[in-house]
């Protein structure tokens, strides 16, 4: 609508990973950008209206999946996820002037950044003790801060850069020169995401409980329809110990026929399932379909099946099940 701008929300504040990925959305460009300081902050403002969608971390290459991300948007008021984004992530280590590496007692940053550079700190300070903050990028300037309780942060070097006033200790100090982070843009629920040929699929499935086989009969709903899955995690349900549920990433749009088939059986077996969206993939890689599960094959057979029906109809014209039903 002209005139008219969006608000997007995003865990903040300005400098974190999750705001790069916002700036990876060209609408975003030119939108309200509203920084939370949690993921369930910045999907509160999406639920009550305050934001039209939110950017939030899902998962990581190196330490998985993002709890905080998957159990908000498991349960609650329904959310959608409308796009995702990948970020390559590097890492730097930055201090108040006047700090050396061999003062440094307390490191803050978010949890996943620590994670991600633990060889690093074992090898260059041994003895720092890791103080959690909520994002990377609030580490960093809580050290601008008078009555900081830490020492250093790790952060973007996009943060180190815009602030010259903190001093860099270390630079690309990840384990993992590749790591890449996936962050999905959630908005309240609406009209799906347009078909692209190179599709997810995000679901939650809770686990039947006292069913033996059941994650088998769940994961068979997508084997059988040749649906791939490209992730899938347990997370505890928080109702009590023992009590499951699936979180899962299927190749394909609710909109193909092996798809929405796959759905309506995850929904049988489990009819607590709750749809998360389907929306493009970052990597635009197209998702191979057998002949056998096209959509055209889907059809195909539900017109023989029909024709059946429709025979026993004629059949039974004088008012059996069939001739009802049919
Ligand atoms: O804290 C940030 O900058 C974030 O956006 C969350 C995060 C933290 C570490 C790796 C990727 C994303």
């Known amino acids: ?13 300005e400098g974190t990973f999750t705001e790069a990925a916002l700036l990876q959305v060209p609408d975003a460009l030119q939108a309200v950008r509203v920084p939370a300081s949690n993921v369930n902050a910045a999907l ?22 993002v709890t905080a991300t998957l159990d908000a948007i498991a349960s609650g008021e329904e959310l959608r996820i409308i796009r995702e984004v990948l970020v390559p992530i590097s890492f730097v280590l930055v201090a108040r002037p006047g700090i050396g590496l ?6 803050s940053t978010h949890g996943h950044a620590w994670a991600q550079c633990r060889l690093w700190v074992d090898k260059h300070i041994p003895e720092a003790e890791y103080v959690p903050g909520s994002s990377t990028a609030a580490a960093a300037l809580g050290l601008l801060e008078q009555d900081c309780t830490y020492d250093a942060a790790i952060c973007a070097p ?3 850069r815009e602030h010259p006033e903190l001093s860099v200790l270390g630079e690309d100090i990840g384990d993992n020169p590749g790591a890449v982070t996936r962050f999905i843009l959630v908005s309240r629920p609406g009209a799906l995401p347009a078909r692209t040929g190179a599709d997810k699929t995000t679901v939650v499935v809770p686990l039947p409980e006292d069913r033996p086989g059941a994650l088998m009969e769940i994961l068979d709903q997508f084997a059988s329809r040749g649906v ?5 995690e347990s997370r505890p ?9 699936f979180s899962i990433d299927a190749d394909g ?3 193909e026929a092996r798809v929405g088939d ?4 995850l929904h049988r077996i489990s009819p607590g399932t709750r749809f998360l969206g389907s929306y493009p993939r970052a990597d635009k890689q197209v998702t191979p379909v057998a002949a056998h599960t096209s959509d055209a094959a889907f059809s195909a057979a539900n017109t023989w099946v029909q024709s059946i029906l429709g025979a026993e109809s004629v059949a039974g014209e004088s008012g059996s099940e069939a001739s009802r039903t049919a």
């Open 1 to 13: 609508m002209p005139g008219s701008s969006r608000t997007y929300a995003f865990l903040g504040p």
């Open 44 to 65: 509160d403002r999406v639920r009550d209206g305050s934001a039209d969608a939110a950017m939030v971390p899902i998962e990581n290459s190196v330490e998985g999946g």
């Open 102 to 107: 061999e003062e440094v007692r307390r490191v």
């Open 158 to 160: 996009l943060v180190a």
């Open 228 to 232: 791939n899955l490209s992730r899938i």
């Open 237 to 245: 349900t928080g109702q009590y110990l023992g009590h499951y549920f």
């Open 253 to 255: 749009h609710a909109g």
């Open 262 to 265: 796959a759905l309506a059986g």
